[in-house]
């Protein structure tokens, strides 16, 4: 019996153990995710208000240079001006081929095309994104949908491109139709390497059963946004020709999806939340389409107050756009700026029971969060989150899950897994302090100026454990509990518990601002690149360079500029290739942040 007890306690310990660490791994990726989401807002919204100065245009902004006057076609001239009747299509192409208005066999083997791999051409591509954009138009802003009698309807959350999660939902659920009706809760593009065949599945199955598949709007359905989180990339790589097209119908259409749907009147679905200023009868009146949230992230409420009445009104309704696409619950009461993202908000149960009180509902089903076993609960379980990419962080990070909901409402979980593997917590464990080592590296100077001002005569090159942890959080500002972290990140500790931080003393570099704000630079590049060729001209590169660095208030010499310019430039045509540049960056990072970031010990 003693040793049955002694067992037991060593297994709780060991699972209580476990899940620390799991949930540790967690707060790492997710910490480091939304540092990048708010670092790219920040990012857009100094360049858009710098724009017209840089470029002595009073009246024009960044989002008017990446999609000139000339290049915005009228609602109704889109076929006139996509020219896809002019693209042939070769009779070495043999990919699906589609033909309009769609039938289910034309969906059905463009599904086993990406299935296999296959690549549409950007005639039927151009094709199918024109109709599903003219039909898009005359959709309201909140879908309304009845579950009917004996009627299930699946609900499915963030994708990303995922495609194989995707097709693992259609498998185990069915295609959607007439009698499975889908509702996809947006984020269907980014960080996956499939979301353009993500999007002509949705569209297809669209066309088809316009009354039965279902799209909201995600914060990531928007151009500004696809050029950190790589939807913009996988276009140009995949559709070389006609990929500049593609993107600017792609833009048009993701502001007319849908901002959310109903449910028999109860269920609520939209894709990241509600504020205190939510008003769905607002909502439903606005002109989706002309709402670029993507300028508007960092303003708040009280800025809109500061406005005269009439363009506060303007703002403040924009701004519930932004709360739909970008806010998260919280378990406190209230409704704070979600400074974390960097745009919409933190709301609480309060807000939660106010708003659906006030619309007469009963459950908000919402998405745009990762979550370990694919969904959760909050606010007294009238808060649903649901995300169905599975392995989102790394392989095993995490389940994706749908629901089924019939005429009772009750929500009815399905989980899956994509990869076959199992989930090691050790694997995840390890992918998650890699990211962590690389975030230190890039922060190098910034976490030595933190480290000397615990250690003013910059002598003894050693600082305790507590000042260490606040250094590094000051310095990252990710709220992660160092202190528990420090044994696997840092090795050079003393017995008495102090830390020596002299290894991290060395000479900065351009090289080290680079790999700091890669991601920044790289969205940069691709805003100036507005032909989307993928070459930049030193004029350009060096403009690139002075933005960056006054948003960064720094100072980067002229000839350290051109000398990274010449040595880019591998065939010195006076140009550079972007695609080559970031690749062969990541070359560097990789090698150098194995030498200089800390070791873990083994």
């Known amino acids: 019996m003693r040793a049955a007890l002694l067992i037991q306690r060593w297994y709780r310990q060991y699972v209580a153990q476990l899940e620390m660490r799991r949930r540790c791994t967690w707060n790492i990726f997710q910490s480091i995710e939304y540092s990048g989401q708010q670092d790219h807002i920040k990012l857009y919204n100094f360049f858009d208000s710098h724009w017209p100065s840089l470029h002595r245009s009073p009246s024009g902004n960044l989002v008017s240079h990446m999609f000139g006057e000339s290049d915005v076609f009228q609602d109704m001239e ?115 390497k499939e979301s353009i065949e993500i999007l002509l599945v949705l569209f297809a199955f669209l066309l088809l059963y316009p009354h039965d598949v279902h799209l909201n709007r995600g914060n990531h359905e928007d151009h500004i946004v696809n050029l950190r989180y790589g939807f913009t990339k996988e276009v140009l790589g995949k559709y070389q020709v006609h990929g500049k097209m593609i993107l600017k119908l792609l833009q048009k259409i993701f502001s007319w999806l849908p901002l959310a749907t109903v449910i028999d009147q109860k269920v609520l679905i939209l894709h990241g939340g509600i504020s205190d200023k939510t008003d769905l009868n607002v909502i439903a009146k606005l002109d989706r389409h002309r709402v670029r949230y993507s300028s508007v992230l960092s303003l708040s409420i009280k800025t809109s107050c500061a406005l005269k009445s009439s363009s506060a009104v303007c ?46 509902l009963q459950l908000l089903i919402r998405s745009h969060e990762c979550k370990q076993e694919g969904y959760e609960f909050c606010h007294n ?30 929500p009815h979980f399905k989980q899956f897994q994509s990869s076959r593997s199992t989930r090691d917590v050790g694997r995840t464990e390890l992918s998650a302090l890699q990211a962590l080592r690389m975030q230190l590296f890039a922060h190098k100077s910034d976490l030595i100026h933190e480290f000397q001002e615990y250690d003013p005569h910059a002598v003894s090159g050693v600082i305790s454990v507590k000042h260490w942890a606040a250094a590094v959080e000051k310095a990252l500002r990710l709220a992660l509990p160092w202190r528990v972290l420090r044994s696997q990140l840092v090795t050079d500790s003393a017995q008495d518990g102090t830390l020596n931080y002299q290894h991290w003393i060395t000479n900065t570099s351009l090289l080290e601002t680079l790999y700091k704000h890669h991601s920044n630079l790289e969205s940069i590049f691709r805003m100036i690149d507005t032909d989307h060729s993928g070459l930049i001209s030193f004029k350009e590169f060096r403009q690139t360079w002075k933005l960056l660095s006054s948003h960064l208030q720094m100072d980067i010499s002229d000839k350290a500029i051109s000398d990274l310019a010449e040595s880019i430039d591998f065939n010195k045509d006076g140009s550079i290739d972007i695609n080559e540049f970031m690749e062969a960056f990541r070359l560097v990072e990789h090698s150098r942040a194995e030498t200089d970031a800390p070791a873990s010990p083994e």
């Not at 309304?144 to 693992?168: A, Q, R």
């Not at 919409?344 to 659906?356: A, E, F, N, Q, S």
């Not at 990419?389 to 909901?405: H, K, M, P, T």
Request: glycine fraction near 8%.
């Open 381 to 410: 379980g009238r808060v649903l989150t649901i995300f169905s990419a599975s392995n989102y962080y790394d392989v095993g990070s995490n389940r994706g899950a749908y629901i089924r909901l019939g005429p009772d409402l009750i």
């Open 315 to 360: 703002l403040t309704h924009t701004l519930q756009i932004v709360d739909v696409l970008w806010s998260d619950p919280m378990s406190q009461n209230g409704c704070v700026p979600n400074e974390v993202r960097g745009g919409g908000c933190y709301w609480g149960p309060d807000v939660t029971h106010k708003v659906l009180d006030t619309h007469k």
């Open 78 to 192: 889109w076929e006139r001006h996509v020219c896809y009747k002019e693209i042939e299509v070769l009779d070495i192409y043999t990919g699906p081929h589609l033909s309009f208005p769609l039938t289910i066999s034309n969906v059905t083997e463009l599904v086993h095309a990406f299935k296999n791999k296959q690549k549409l051409h950007a005639r039927y591509v151009l094709q199918l994104l024109g109709k599903t954009w003219t039909l898009l138009r005359l959709m309201p802003n909140i879908s309304h949908v009845c579950t009917c009698k004996h009627k299930e309807i699946t609900i499915c959350g963030d994708l990303h491109g995922h495609l194989e999660d995707l097709l693992l939902i259609f498998y185990k659920n069915g295609f959607p139709s007439a009698e499975t009706p889908y509702v996809f809760n947006g984020d269907f593009v980014d960080r996956g």
